[in-house]
């Protein structure tokens, strides 16, 4: 749910390409399914985590080759630009370091929908609440980007559960998450939480709860 007017550092084609490698991360959520051994799956998450940190740093330090690399693909796409020698905590990080946390707190399949739900809803809301936004919801977003969250983010659920023969008792958790999960987006700043982290955490939740049911 991104602002319904551009934002000054970054154009809408800059958005696309953004959350176009959004989406290009849904290969966790299929890892997070095919791989048996969570901890394989953990490992992998914290050694991409690791290696994002230290190149968004080496590009606000400007070190040699690192620097010019992680530019090349991705400074036109950052929404602010580094203070010399700052530690850059992009939502790439986010998204890794969420992946990491449901990975170890979940069940494969409540971790694989928090992503799913993240990757997609996310994505959906700031395309659609920048591009067709009218109605102002808090913090200047949109109730179009609200409502794109919560449609795509449960179609990606229904998706993730047919495909993996999830009983009802999932659909129902998941759906019901979305709500909490588009308010945690919806007020990140109020929270002071990255929403490519709170989203995880809190579908995810409720997906494990629904183990228990």
């Keep these: 749910m991104a ?9 809408y084609f800059e958005e696309l390409k953004r959350k176009g490698i959004h989406l290009s991360s849904l290969w966790m959520v299929v890892a997070i399914i095919l791989i048996p051994d969570w901890r394989i799956t953990a490992a992998i ?33 950052l929404r602010k630009p580094p203070a010399p020698g700052a530690w850059i905590v992009s939502g790439g990080a986010y998204v890794l370091a969420a992946a990491l946390l449901v990975v170890i707190l979940y069940a494969p399949l409540a971790a694989a ?14 395309l659609v609440g920048r591009r067709f936004g009218r109605h102002k919801a808090p913090n200047n977003k949109s109730y179009e980007g609200v409502a794109a969250f919560i449609i795509v983010g449960a ?11 999830a009983a009802g008792k999932f659909y129902f958790a998941g759906y019901l998450a979305l709500f909490p999960a588009a308010a945690a987006e919806l007020f990140e700043k109020q929270l002071r939480l990255d929403d490519n982290f ?10 494990q709860l629904a183990f228990l049911l």
């Excluded at 179609?155 to 023969?165: C, D, E, P």
């Design 3 to 11: 602002p319904d007017t551009p934002h000054p550092q970054i154009t």
């Design 45 to 77: 998450f914290a050694v991409l985590l690791v290696i994002t940190l230290l190149f968004e740093h080496a590009y606000a330090c400007n070190w040699p080759v690192m620097a010019p690399m992680y530019g090349f693909f991705f400074r036109k796409m």
């Design 113 to 126: 929908g928090a992503l799913a739900v993240m990757l997609t809803g996310d994505a959906a809301a700031a």
């Design 155 to 165: 179609v990606a659920l229904s998706i993730l559960f047919a495909a993996t023969g």
């Design 198 to 207: 709170s989203i995880p955490l809190i579908v995810g939740l409720a997906l």
